[in-house]
Each structure stands twice: as C-alpha cells, then as structure tokens.
C-alpha cells in the first residue's frame, strides 16, 4: 500500500541525484501492476463479486472474464464501463485507464466529460449510454 503521493513522489524524482536511490527509497511506493492485477486488488478492497460487475458491465462476458485474466487487452471504453460498473471515484478510473495504457480522461473533451460526470454521480453503465446517446455522443460500449 502506498503512502506517498504522486505528486511527492514527482518531486523526490526531481530532486534526486541518482535515480538509483530514488528507487531503493521508493521500491514500496512504485507499483507495475498490470491492470489485469489491478482489477483483482480493485475488487478484493471494495468487496466486489467479479460475476455482478461484468454482468453489470454489460461487456460481453467471456470477453470480460479475459480482461480480468490478462488475456485480452481492453479498450479505454471496455475500462471505462468496468469502472462504472464497479462504482469507482473519478480518481480510481483514471488510475484503472492508467494501468490499461490509456487515456486518461479529458474534461475538455466533451464525450469524456460526460463519462467524467457518469463517474461523479454513479450513473450505470446502461443509463451512462442513454445520456451519451441523448447529447448525441457515441455509447460507451454495445
């Protein structure tokens, strides 16, 4: 579990002399989950049931229970709906797209913008599409 934020974590990178000290300080701080991973601390800390967030998710199943496996790369939508699926805070979503290698989300951006407020007011994956889709923005996932 970390303790340091990243924004302290920036600054000790900035001020260290050799980058090999900054990482045997830091060896706890650092984290090179693979989302797959993340996922699973995800639903361990929240006590989630993986079967009612994919079922939630509305993802194809077998393609989900593959995202949480390792074995399929996901898409920044298919995160996206995980995340709504799991209730996650504005701040978890974008370190959930962080360790999927995606974007994170952009409230310049209209269409993330609407995800951005899906987010903050717990909309579901379900109503999420039927706002993307009144604002005429395209759905988040089929």
């Known amino acids: 579990m970390t303790n340091k ?12 002399k ?4 900054y990482l045997t300080t830091n060896n706890s701080e650092l984290s090179n989950d693979t989302l797959a991973e993340h996922l699973e601390k995800l639903i361990k800390e ?10 939630k998710s509305n993802l194809d199943k ?3 229970y593959h995202i949480f496996a390792g074995r399929k790369k996901a ?7 995980l995340a709504l699926a799991m209730q996650l805070t504005t701040d978890e979503a974008q370190h ?10 952009y409230a310049r951006n ?3 913008s609407v995800i951005l407020y ?16 009144k604002l005429g923005e395209s759905k988040l996932v089929e």
């Open 110 to 112: 209209s269409w993330d």
């Open 46 to 55: 929240k006590g989630l049931n993986k079967a009612l967030v994919i079922e």
């Open 18 to 21: 050799r980058i090999e000290d």
């Open 62 to 64: 077998i393609y989900a």
């Open 96 to 105: 959930l797209l962080y360790y999927a290698k995606a974007e994170k989300l």
């Open 5 to 16: 934020d990243t924004e302290k974590l920036e600054h000790e990178l900035k001020e260290s």
């Open 118 to 133: 899906a987010l903050e007011n717990k909309l579901s994956v379900i109503e999420t599409n039927l706002l993307l889709d």
């Open 75 to 81: 898409s920044r939508n298919k995160v996206l709906a």
